[in-house]
Nanobody, 124 residues
Framework: QVQLVEFGGGLVQAGGSLRLSCAAS????????MGWFRQTPGKEREFVAA????????YYTDSVKGRFTISRDNPKNTVYLQMNSLKPEDTAVYSC?????????????????WGQGTQVTVSS
């Protein structure tokens, strides 16, 4: 049974930082590209960042470039999202996802497994 569990969400002031973690189990983690998505009520799920299975390649949505960093630790079966210079518009539920197909994808339908999400709230 595949499980993805996110940690690290919370409330932070604008300009602050948070580090999200996603612990994976039940799959061969090093064979999956991983992504982070976010969603706010009434809006579609939005791609944030993705990282290749090796960690060599990364891709970010424009709004977080230079502020967020995705990374992974394959021996620990964990992917991270370091979020700096947070803005109120970053407020959302953040979810990690695993993608077993080749290439980094921004479309949620490409991802096979999802975590339950963790709330990030940025106050102004």
């Amino acid at each position: 049974q595949v499980q993805l569990v996110e940690f690290g969400g919370g409330l932070v002031q604008a300009g602050g930082s948070l580090r999200l973690s996603c612990a994976a189990s039940g799959l061969t983690f090093s064979r999956y590209d991983m992504g982070w998505f976010r969603q706010t009520p009434g809006k579609e799920r939005e791609f944030v960042a993705a990282i290749s299975w090796s960690g060599v390649r990364t891709y970010y949505t424009d709004s977080v470039k230079g502020r967020f960093t995705i990374s992974r630790d394959n021996p620990k079966n964990t992917v991270y999202l370091q979020m700096n210079s947070l803005k109120p518009e970053d407020t959302a539920v953040y979810s990690c996802a695993a993608d077993g197909t080749a290439g980094l994808h921004t479309n949620p339908v490409a991802y096979d497994y999802w975590g339950q999400g963790t709330q990030v709230t940025v106050s102004s």
